[in-house]
């Protein structure tokens, strides 16, 4: 593999993928999930999603090895109505669970105009645009929420309650990459403050507060017993709340207060629900929905928004599939190890 400089190393994305999925199969899962954990955490990294790429690695072995999660879970699809999919992911992860749906989530939409996924009895551990972008990618509009484990207060509250609660959706683009954004209902996403933490950074004002309840720009104050905050106080806290409902109360999920990993020493992924939802826009006569997409772009750049959802992750997609995905060797070397290189 040709190397960048002296401290980092290039490898490409079926390299990294490859990687990856022996270190899930070394590390207790079934063929079929390694295949679907190692694209997906591959496609954070290539994508300079870091907080969920491959600094997820040691947290999915430690979780696996606790027996908290089952590797090997084999999801249970159930065709509840024409616009209605369940999925009880059997104490596995949500994107096998995902991956088990797709097909007909996909053709339910089409025929109805609008479907729904909620998984139950799931762990989700990543990033939530790969779940959603791959739809936009076929002319869908998809929206999709998850929960997580209790590390928010809600606004006006004096105790985490709720998780970071992320939202995700995708939109097709007339002539353009899909608008997708990705987003935590807390002030600051919890793999990003555990980066911080990991650097030796602060974080912004109003991300957290400490295990005394004070506001806190120290990362590891924050994970050491404080909590974060929802992003602009009663909204973010409002929408954090509306995640819980739909990932948790709608699918059968745990709220994210719910469940107890205590006997489970090293256990990191929250055992939640998740909820997506699926349009076709093709079903709206009239109006090519891809193109008034386009046209919206184009007035808000017109406006003067030069950074669209999504821009940076296709501008470091590029990058990575021309010149290779850069990595620090020494990170590199620790993820050879793991998959007993």
């Known amino acids: 593999m040709p190397a960048c400089d002296a401290a980092t ?3 490409s994305f079926s390299d990294l993928t490859q990687l990856l999925r022996q270190i899930f199969l070394r590390h207790g ?16 990294q290539r994508d300079g999603a870091h907080s969920h790429g ?29 616009g209605y999919v369940a999925v009880d992911a059997a104490g596995g992860f949500a994107q096998p ?21 909620a998984i139950r009895n ?47 959706f995708a939109a097709p683009c007339a002539g353009k990459e899909p608008l997708v954004f990705d987003m935590a209902t807390s002030a600051l996403a919890h793999g990003d403050v555990q980066i911080a933490a990991r650097a030796g950074h602060s974080v912004p004002v109003g991300t957290g507060v400490d295990k005394h309840g004070q506001p806190t720009t120290d990362p590891a104050a924050i994970l050491d017993g404080g909590a974060l905050l ?5 909204k973010g806290s409002a929408l954090s709340m509306m995640v819980e409902l739909l990932s948790a109360a709608l699918t059968g999920g745990n709220f994210s207060f ?11 992924t929250p055992w939640t629900g998740q909820l997506i939802i699926v349009i076709d826009p093709s079903k709206r006569a009239g109006q090519d929905f891809a193109q008034r997409s386009r046209e919206l772009v184009e007035r808000m750049q017109e406006a003067g928004q030069s950074r669209l959802s999504g821009d940076r992750r296709y ?23 793991l998959a007993g290189g």
């Open 230 to 234: 929802p992003f602009g106080g009663h």
């Open 9 to 11: 190393q290039s490898l």
């Open 97 to 117: 669970a995902l991956a088990a749906a797709r097909g007909l989530l996909v053709a339910n939409a089409r025929e109805a105009g609008i479907a729904v996924l």
């Open 258 to 268: 719910e469940f107890d990993w205590k006997r489970h020493p090293g256990a990191q």
């Open 54 to 82: 491959t600094f997820r690695i040691p947290g999915y072995i430690s979780t696996l090895a606790s027996g908290w999660v089952d590797g090997k879970a084999r999801p249970q699809v159930e065709d509840v109505a024409s």
């Open 29 to 44: 899962t079934s063929a079929e999930v390694a295949d679907i954990l190692a694209h997906n955490c591959a496609t954070a």
């Open 315 to 337: 501008r470091q997609r590029k990058l990575s599939q021309t010149q290779g995905i850069s990595m620090p060797v020494e990170e590199l070397e620790k993820l050879r190890a």
């Open 122 to 168: 799931s762990h989700h551990f990543a990033a939530l645009w790969p779940d959603v972008e791959p739809f936009a990618a076929e002319g869908l509009v998809a929206l999709s929420v998850v929960n997580s484990m209790t590390c928010v207060v809600p606004h006006g509250g004096n105790k985490p309650l709720f998780g970071t609660n992320p939202i995700a």
